[in-house]
C-alpha cells in the first residue's frame, strides 16, 4: 500500500535544512508584552485589566467576547502599561493590552499543578481547554473548545493530529515531535477521552523520518492511536487534504471536519491541550521558526506570547544580509510583513527572512492555457477560468466557477509559466463575496 496523499498538489523547494537539527531554544523577552484582544477566528476578547493595574504569570487579561472567542493570558508578571491600539502583524491597528514585565515571573496560585485527566468528565476537559485560550496553533486560530464540542460526538471516528508540516521552511511542529513526542501522545489520549468511538491518528509526511519512528514507538502499546505516514507533498497539512490523505472522506467549503466524522488538531495544540489539561497551565507561549537565507542562525524557539518580532529575530543572530522579504509563517501561506515591531500572537508560526522576493520580481505574460494551474489543484478548481471572472470582477461567475471552495493554497500561482498573481486574486474575490452576501 502506497503513503497516504490527495490529488494535485506541488514540491517546492522545502528549506527545512536551515533549522530542522537545531533543537528548540527558550527564548526570555527583554521589552514590554504586547497583547492583541484578537489572535483568533471569531469575536475578539474584551479586556479584564486597565493602565496600572498588576498582573501575574497565568493570570487572565481579556475575556472571550463569545462563544467563538478565546481568553488571552498573561505570559508574565508586571504592570499594564495601556488598553491602546498597536500594530499587529496583519498590518492593522488592533486593541492590546501593553505589559511592563519586571522580569519575576511571578504566577497565580496552582499554576503548573498537576492534573490526572482521567479522572475529569468531557464537560470539564472542554471548560479548562476554554479556560487557557488555546486556539488553532497551525494558522488558523480557530477556538479549539469550539472543535472539541461538535453536535453530535459520538459521530466522530477520527481525531487527527497533523503533524505533516507541509510548509516550506517551517521545522517547529517537526521539533516539538522530536523532542517532546510524549506530551503530543498524551494531549491526544486527553482528546479521545472526548469522543468514545474515535480513534486517534498522527499524520507525518515521510520526509521526517525519526518523527515517524519515535511516534510509531510510543504509541505500538496504544490500540487507539496510529501512526499514518503521509506523502511529501504541499499542501499535504491543509485540513481538507489531511483528511482525505488519511479517510479518504471529502469535505467543502460547507461542511465543518465534524461533518466528515473528524476532528484535526495541529501537532502544537495537541500540546498546548496535554499543558492545559494536565499541567494546569494555560497557552502563553507557542513555537516559533526563525529562517531563511537572510538569517545569521536559523533557530527553533520557544517563543511567550506578546514578545517582539524584532527580539525574536536578535535571538536568532540577527540577519547576514538585508533581507528583500520577510514574512510572518512561511513562504506559501505566509504574509508579508512590512515592519517587525509586532508581537507574537497565538497563530505566529514562524518568521521567513528571505534575500530575493522572488515574487515582486516576477512579470506577468498572457495566460498560455496549459492546464498546469488546474493539475495541481488539490480542490479540482480550473483557476484559469477563475482568473478570468476574478478580472471583470464577476461574483456570481466566480461562485458558478466553485471559486469559494479555493483554500488559497498558492499551488497554482507557484506552477504558473505565466506568473499570474492567481492566489492573490482568489483571495481578494472571496473577501468580495463574503461582503456582498453580507450586504
Known amino acids: 500500500m502506497g503513503l497516504a496523499t490527495f490529488k494535485g498538489g506541488i514540491h517546492p523547494y522545502e528549506g527545512k535544512e536551515l533549522s530542522e537539527n537545531q533543537p528548540i531554544e527558550v527564548l526570555v523577552p527583554k521589552g514590554e508584552m504586547v497583547y492583541p484582544l484578537s489572535q483568533h477566528i471569531g469575536a475578539p476578547a474584551t479586556a479584564l485589566v486597565k493602565k496600572g493595574d498588576q498582573v501575574l504569570v497565568g493570570q487572565r487579561i481579556g475575556e472571550p467576547g463569545g462563544f467563538v472567542s478565546a481568553p488571552v493570558i498573561s505570559a508574565v508578571s508586571g504592570t499594564v502599561k495601556a488598553v491602546e491600539k498597536r500594530r499587529v502583524v496583519n498590518g492593522t491597528m488592533a486593541d492590546c493590552i501593553v505589559i511592563e514585565n519586571d522580569g519575576s515571573y511571578t504566577k497565580v496560585e496552582g499554576l503548573g499543578e498537576d492534573r490526572d485527566a482521567t479522572k475529569l468528565s468531557k464537560k470539564e476537559i472542554i471548560d479548562i481547554v476554554k479556560d487557557a485560550g488555546i486556539v488553532g496553533l497551525g494558522g488558523a486560530g480557530f477556538p479549539t473548545h469550539v472543535k472539541l464540542s461538535p453536535k453530535e460526538p459520538e459521530k466522530i471516528e477520527y481525531v487527527i493530529v497533523n503533524g505533516a508540516e507541509c510548509e516550506p521552511y517551517l521545522t517547529s511542529d517537526y521539533r516539538v515531535m522530536m523532542e517532546e513526542p510524549e506530551k503530543v501522545v498524551a494531549g491526544l489520549k486527553v482528546m479521545l477521552q472526548l469522543f468514545d468511538n474515535a480513534k486517534g491518528v498522527i499524520a507525518i509526511e515521510n520526509n521526517k523520518p525519526e518523527a515517524i519512528k519515535k511516534m510509531k514507538e510510543l504509541v505500538k502499546d496504544e490500540p487507539r492511536i496510529e501512526v499514518c505516514e503521509l506523502l511529501t507533498k504541499y499542501p499535504q497539512g491543509g485540513e481538507r487534504t489531511l483528511i482525505y490523505a488519511v479517510t479518504g472522506r471529502k469535505v467543502n467549503s460547507s461542511m465543518l471536519p465534524a461533518d466528515a466524522g473528524c476532528i484535526v488538531?495541529?501537532?502544537?495544540?495537541?500540546?498546548?491541550?496535554?499543558?492545559?489539561?494536565?499541567?494546569?497551565?494555560?497557552?502563553?507561549?507557542?513555537?516559533?521558526?526563525?529562517?531563511?537565507?537572510?538569517?545569521?542562525?536559523?533557530?527553533?524557539?520557544?517563543?511567550?506570547?506578546?514578545?517582539?518580532?524584532?527580539?525574536?529575530?536578535?535571538?536568532?543572530?540577527?540577519?547576514?544580509?538585508?533581507?528583500?522579504?520577510?514574512?510572518?509563517?512561511?513562504?506559501?501561506?505566509?504574509?508579508?510583513?512590512?515592519?517587525?515591531?509586532?508581537?507574537?500572537?497565538?497563530?505566529?508560526?514562524?518568521?521567513?527572512?528571505?534575500?530575493?522576493?522572488?515574487?515582486?520580481?516576477?512579470?506577468?505574460?498572457?495566460?498560455?492555457?496549459?492546464?498546469?494551474?488546474?493539475?495541481?489543484?488539490?480542490?479540482?478548481?480550473?483557476?484559469?477560468?477563475?482568473?478570468?471572472?476574478?478580472?471583470?470582477?464577476?461574483?456570481?461567475?466566480?461562485?458558478?466557477?466553485?471559486?469559494?471552495?479555493?483554500?488559497?493554497?498558492?499551488?497554482?500561482?507557484?506552477?504558473?509559466?505565466?506568473?499570474?498573481?492567481?492566489?492573490?486574486?482568489?483571495?481578494?474575490?472571496?473577501?468580495?463575496?463574503?461582503?456582498?452576501?453580507?450586504?
Not at 489539561?277 to 511567550?304: E, H, Q
Not at 513562504?331 to 507574537?344: K, W
Not at 495541481?376 to 483557476?383: D, F, G, K, R, S
Open 265 to 439: 488538531d495541529n501537532v502544537d495544540t495537541v500540546c498546548a491541550i496535554y499543558m492545559a489539561v494536565c499541567k494546569t497551565t494555560p497557552l502563553m507561549r507557542r513555537i516559533v521558526t526563525v529562517t531563511g537565507d537572510a538569517i545569521a542562525n536559523p533557530k527553533n524557539f520557544s517563543v511567550l506570547l506578546g514578545t517582539n518580532y524584532q527580539e525574536v529575530i536578535e535571538a536568532a543572530g540577527g540577519f547576514k544580509q538585508d533581507p528583500e522579504k520577510v514574512i510572518s509563517g512561511g513562504p506559501m501561506m505566509g504574509m508579508a510583513m512590512f515592519t517587525l515591531d509586532v508581537p507574537v500572537a497565538k497563530t505566529s508560526s514562524a518568521i521567513t527572512c528571505l534575500t530575493k522576493d522572488q515574487v515582486a520580481e516576477m512579470e506577468p505574460t498572457a495566460c498560455i492555457r496549459c492546464g498546469r494551474c488546474v493539475s495541481v489543484c488539490p480542490e479540482n478548481l480550473v483557476p484559469q477560468k477563475m482568473m478570468k471572472a476574478a478580472m471583470k470582477h464577476d461574483l456570481e461567475q466566480f461562485k458558478k466557477l466553485n471559486g469559494m471552495e479555493c483554500v488559497e493554497c498558492g499551488c497554482c500561482s507557484w506552477i504558473c509559466p505565466a506568473r499570474k498573481q492567481l492566489t492573490q486574486a482568489f483571495k481578494e474575490m472571496r473577501v468580495a463575496v463574503r461582503n456582498s452576501a453580507r450586504k
